[in-house]
């Protein structure tokens, strides 16, 4: 785990944004809440992933 994973969180999520914004001002405003939701989902995966990378440094670290 390092700083690039905060990075790559920060840019979803600017893409997203900027994108929603885009959508919005087009009145496009169900494909905005359909974007939102498919950069959400991004952002947890890439959390439950590194969650997981935790869980299993800790059972190494405590050989469990």
Same mark, same amino acid.
């Given at each position: 785990?390092?700083?690039?994973?905060? %990075?790559?969180?920060?840019?979803?999520?600017?893409?997203?944004?900027?994108?929603?914004?885009?959508?919005?001002?087009?009145?496009?405003?169900?494909?905005?809440?359909?974007?939102?939701?498919?950069?959400?989902?991004?952002?947890?995966?890439?959390?439950?992933?590194?969650?997981?990378?935790? %869980?299993?440094?800790?059972?190494?670290? %405590?050989?469990?």
């Amino acid at each position: 785990m390092d700083i690039s994973i905060i %990075f790559k969180l920060a840019a979803i999520g600017i893409l997203i944004t900027v994108v929603c914004q885009v959508l919005k001002k087009s009145d496009r405003d169900d494909i905005a809440t359909v974007v939102s939701i498919v950069g959400l989902v991004i952002a947890l995966t890439i959390a439950v992933t590194m969650i997981g990378d935790l %869980f299993s440094t800790i059972r190494t670290i %405590f050989s469990l």
